[in-house]
């Protein structure tokens, strides 16, 4: 069974940095893309990036691009997103979700990680 | 502002069928696979179309999507009072290079 566990989420103030992690289990990580994507309060689902299975090749929203990094570690089966420079806007719960196989589409969710972003 | 247009709300009784409709464009919709989100209260988002109109695994005949170039539909037969929840389309913008999703449908199952 596909398990995805994010962790590292929590307060920080404006302008600070957190790195998120997603622990996967269940399937053979180092083979699939994977994604962050996030849901702010009272808002709708905000893709962020995306990284390929060997970690080479990294897609990016425009909101985050230059302030986030997606990376991977395959040998530990995890996924990681620093985030840098965050404001009250960076405020949601963030997921992390492995993609259908080879495919643009995040297909397996994990229960998501809070992130509050004040002072 | 979505790159993917969805109704905000859509409502119906149980039993009876729904459907939400996403609006796209050349470089997303209209040059890549839709796919389908479920999202309830407090639980992650979980696929239910992927490919157009594929189901996964679980995912009941119930829901079934289907594409007209750049625009997607997704159609939710026999309601019942669990399938209350927001409805996410998706898909890749190659002009972008990035997925995209839909504003959202909040379906009410009256």
């Known amino acids: 069974e596909v398990h995805l566990v994010e962790s590292g989420g929590g307060l920080v103030q404006p302008g600070g940095s957190l790195r998120l992690s997603c622990a996967a289990s269940?399937?053979?990580?180092?083979?699939?893309?994977m994604s962050w994507i996030r849901q702010a309060p009272g808002k709708g689902l905000e893709w962020l990036a995306n990284?390929?299975?060997?970690?080479?090749?990294?897609y990016y929203a425009d909101s985050v691009r230059g302030r986030f990094t997606i990376s991977r570690d395959n040998a530990e089966d995890s996924l990681y997103l620093q985030m840098n420079t965050l404001t009250a806007g960076d405020t949601a719960i963030y997921y992390c979700?492995?993609?259908?196989?080879?495919?643009?589409?995040?297909?397996?969710w994990g229960q998501g990680t809070l992130v509050t972003v004040s002072s | 502002q979505s790159v993917l247009t969805q109704p905000p709300s859509v409502s119906a009784a149980p039993g009876q069928k729904v459907t939400i409709s996403c609006s796209g464009s050349g470089p997303n919709l209209g040059n890549n696979y839709a796919s389908w989100f479920q999202h309830l209260p407090g639980r992650p988002p979980k696929l239910l179309i992927y490919d157009n109109n594929k189901r996964p695994l679980g995912i009941p005949d119930r829901f079934s999507a289907s594409k007209s170039y750049t625009s997607v539909t997704l159609a939710i037969t026999g309601l019942q009072t669990g399938d209350e929840a927001d409805y996410y389309c998706g898909t890749w913008d190659t002009s972008l290079d990035a997925w995209v999703f839909g504003g959202g449908t909040k379906l009410t199952v009256l």
């Open positions: 990284i390929h299975d060997d970690g080479r090749e990294t």
């Open positions: 979700a492995r993609h259908i196989l080879y495919q643009w589409t995040p297909s397996d």
């Open positions: 269940g399937f053979t990580f180092s083979t699939y893309w």
